[in-house]
């Protein structure tokens, strides 16, 4: 959570977006070029005004007086914050107060044996079924879910939702930008077409040379 934001003045701020992703902690918040016009949106609800300061459009922020049962029914499990917030228990540390409000990025009506993140943006969980697994990652284009082994729908809504069959199951998700997907398709097709290319001066038909033979 950040307060205001200057282009010129220090600002009182937690830390600068996206540079919790060094600690290896997952930030709801960051550089608007990089979050989904989605999760803008989300942002907004959670804010009750425009996540970015007016010094910068191109920042979106948890500000002080943020919805909390908003960001915890996003996930959130803890806030860092450069003051305490109302009401909350926290305790002071080097990054301000951090205070717990109890969310969790997975939950389910299902029994949930084992969780494994193998890296960013790829999920694994040993789960008995029937039920639904729910995981709060915004349900954009490119993530992929698989229940043992076979393709699986995430579901429509905000967050993924994945339904598990009765009995012990292994439920995959993982996450691939469609553009890198359409990137990587164009640049086969370029090597092709250069491979192609080298192949039919190298062995293709040789004109033939005009001059006469005898000529130097």
Same mark, same amino acid.
């Given at each position: ?6 282009? *010129? *003045? ?6 600068? !977006? ?20 989605? #999760? %803008?949106?989300?942002? @907004? ?12 459009? +191109?920042?979106?922020? %948890?500000? !002080? /007086?943020?919805? *909390? ?5 996003? /996930? ?6 450069? +003051? ?8 002071? =540390? ?6 717990? &409000? ?6 389910? =009506?299902?029994?949930?044996?084992? #969780?494994? +993140? #193998? @890296? ?7 789960? &008995? ?9 915004? +349900? &954009? !284009?490119?993530?992929?879910? #698989? %229940? ?5 729908? =995430? ?6 939702? &994945? ?7 292994? $439920?995959?998700?993982?996450? %691939? ?11 086969? $097709? ?8 080298? $192949?039919?001066?190298?062995?293709? !038909? ?11």
């Amino acid at each position: 959570m950040n307060e205001a934001w200057e282009l *010129v *003045v220090a600002a009182p701020a937690t830390m600068p !977006p996206n540079t919790a992703s060094w600690f290896r902690v997952r930030d709801i918040a960051g550089y608007d070029s990089l979050l989904h016009r989605d #999760t %803008v949106e989300m942002l @907004r609800e959670i804010n009750g005004q425009d996540p970015a300061p007016p010094a910068n459009g +191109n920042i979106m922020f %948890v500000k !002080p /007086g943020a919805d *909390v049962a908003r960001l915890r029914d996003a /996930g959130v499990s803890m806030v860092f914050s450069p +003051n305490q917030l109302p009401g909350l228990e926290g305790r002071r =540390t080097e990054l301000g107060w951090m205070t717990p &409000i109890g969310g969790t990025v997975v939950e389910a =009506t299902c029994e949930v044996r084992d #969780t494994f +993140n #193998t @890296r960013a943006g790829a999920w694994g969980f040993k789960v &008995i079924g029937p039920g639904t697994l729910t995981v709060r990652e915004r +349900n &954009i !284009p490119g993530w992929r879910a #698989t %229940v043992d082994y076979k393709p699986a729908s =995430t579901g429509d809504g905000r967050w993924i939702e &994945i339904e598990v069959p009765e009995g012990a199951s292994e $439920v995959s998700l993982s996450f %691939v930008s469609p553009g890198y997907e359409a990137g990587l398709r164009l640049a086969l $097709v370029g090597f092709l077409l250069l491979a192609a290319s080298l $192949v039919a001066g190298r062995f293709g !038909p040789r004109l033939s040379d005009p001059r006469p033979a005898d000529a130097p």
